[in-house]
């Protein structure tokens, strides 16, 4: 059932996205289905696992989670937004755009693959795909979880109590904020199971489902977060083995495969606004129209990569336009919004969690990790890397992992954090606004906690 249409999803899954959500205690994205008779077969279930696979290409995760963790960062900045929070990594905790898509938009994917692990795991089916459904459903649900405990847990310490609040049920009563050990634990399981159940990867196809591959792939990544870089670099390096490869072309990856493409683990079409002449999808519309772009920074860094082909500023922002040519990855806004996917996993970041890892375990091989660094920049067009030791290695994975994913997700102020929890890098040195450790991860929305009645703990410093 996995033909089911973008189409058909979208109108399951419209009573989920009726409103926007106010407080994440109390969600109820069902109000359009009726919870007794909506899964009563596999048929069902698949069409619910549809709407729930929706949250993937809708704007809180595929939009706007990837811009303003962007901003937080150091690639992009945006334009006429010089007191943005974000920007100056100080939000607080009534911000809108924190409950309503960064901390809201994850526990929506969390609810309503929790309704399908539930209802699906009531059917007296034996049919082989009812596992399958909800190990996808799991993954999802990992997914979501580890979202939230990056983004607002204390993800580098597992003796913390500030970890999230799980949600294993929908509707699930108000709980206190789990351990960050316990969060992990949670998050793990999950992702187990997914390993365990989920469809095998397949090449030549949409990659837009969860598979064993890239349950593998995000528990990796998973790992390397929790510092268990032994048990990071053994999976990375098992996902690394194929069936998914490196492409060949890193334009033709963005402007022609896209969510074809073998390298891509997980990747969905973002959403569209039919109402809006202007743009064909959401994405395209921030970069192009938006005023997002890329910091003086990350442009000059890009200018020393082959890279920079496929990576442009907006036509507002022009900054030698007819050598940074290409759509895909973002959009020009020249040659129309083509830049119609957001990749969730894509092998490439496979390859830089086994070098991290592999440099950062006990007794790690640095020239394995060299090794895989190098397989990387090299595939991209760029002449070989030579490191001196553990300290400068980790430095050019750092770098590497800017030039290959900066702007795409986030994922460069994810590894500032992880990086200056690690000790390798002070924070004010690497962003004036960073003098409170506190602001490396984000307040719990005010509207969350007043709701809990405080049963729900804020993070320290908000």
């Known amino acids: 059932?996995?033909?089911?249409?973008?189409?058909?999803s979208c109108l399951l899954f419209m009573g989920l996205q009726a409103c926007k959500l106010t407080d994440v205690t109390d969600l109820k994205p069902e109000n359009k289905l009726d919870e007794s008779t909506v899964v009563v077969d596999i048929p069902s279930a698949e069409k619910l696992l549809a709407g729930t696979y929706y949250s993937l290409r809708d704007e809180p995760l595929a939009n706007q989670t990837p811009m303003y963790v962007g901003l937080m960062g150091l690639n992009v900045t945006a334009s006429g937004t010089s007191n943005n929070p974000y920007l100056t990594n100080n939000v607080p905790p009534n911000n809108s755009s924190l409950n309503g898509y960064l901390y809201g938009g994850p526990y929506q994917l969390i609810q309503t693959a929790?309704?399908?692990?539930?209802?699906?795991?009531?059917l007296t089916s034996t049919d082989p795909r009812k596992a399958q459904i909800i190990a996808e459903a799991k993954f999802l649900r990992a997914m979501g979880h580890f979202y939230i405990l990056r983004l607002f847990g204390q993800f580098w310490d597992p003796a913390s109590s500030y970890g999230i609040e799980i949600k294993n049920i929908p509707n699930s009563p108000v709980a206190a904020r789990a351990s960050v050990k316990a969060s992990y634990e949670f998050i793990l399981a999950d992702l187990e199971a997914a390993i365990r159940d989920c469809p095998e990867y397949k090449t030549g196809v949409m990659k837009g489902y969860a598979t064993k591959l890239a349950a593998k792939a995000l528990k990796a990544r998973v790992l390397l977060?929790?510092?268990?870089?032994?048990?990071?670099?053994?999976?990375?390096?098992?996902?690394?083995?194929g069936p998914a490869v490196l492409s060949g072309d890193f334009v033709n990856l963005f402007t022609k495969e896209k969510y074809n493409s073998d390298e891509v683990l997980l990747a969905s079409i973002t959403f569209?606004?039919?109402?809006?002449?202007?743009?064909?999808?959401?994405?395209?519309?921030y970069w192009t129209y938006g005023g997002f772009k890329f910091t003086d920074?990350?442009?000059e860094l890009l200018r020393q990569d082959t890279r920079k082909s496929i990576i442009v500023r907006t036509p507002r922002d022009p900054v030698d336009l007819l050598k940074w040519r290409g759509n895909g990855k973002f959009s020009t806004g020249v040659e129309g919004s083509q830049n119609d996917t957001e990749y969730y996993l894509r092998l490439a970041e496979v390859y830089l969690i086994y070098a991290e890892a592999e440099a950062r375990r006990p007794g790690g091989n640095l020239e394995d990790a060299l090794k895989a660094l190098n397989t990387l920049h090299m595939k991209r067009g760029n002449s070989e890397l030579i490191?001196?030791?553990?300290?400068?290695?980790?430095?050019?994975?750092?770098?590497?992992?800017?030039?290959?994913?900066?702007?795409?997700?986030?994922?460069?102020?994810?590894?500032?954090?992880?990086?200056?929890?690690?000790?390798?890098?002070?924070?004010?040195?690497?962003?004036?606004?960073?003098t409170d450790e506190n602001k490396l991860i984000l307040p719990i929305p005010q509207v969350s906690v007043d709701a809990s009645n405080h049963l729900i703990k804020q993070n320290p410093g908000y």
């Open 1 to 8: 059932m996995k033909s089911i249409s973008i189409a058909l």
């Open 114 to 122: 929790n309704f399908v692990i539930l209802k699906t795991g009531a």
């Open 225 to 241: 977060y929790e510092k268990d870089y032994a048990a990071a670099a053994v999976l990375a390096k098992e996902v690394m083995s």
């Open 272 to 285: 569209a606004n039919n109402n809006n002449i202007y743009y064909e999808n959401g994405k395209s519309y």
């Open 297 to 299: 920074r990350y442009a």
């Open 387 to 434: 490191a001196s030791g553990q300290k400068e290695l980790l430095s050019l994975i750092r770098k590497e992992k800017e030039l290959e994913l900066g702007a795409e997700s986030g994922e460069d102020w994810y590894d500032i954090v992880r990086y200056i929890k690690s000790g390798d890098l002070q924070g004010s040195a690497v962003k004036q606004s960073l």
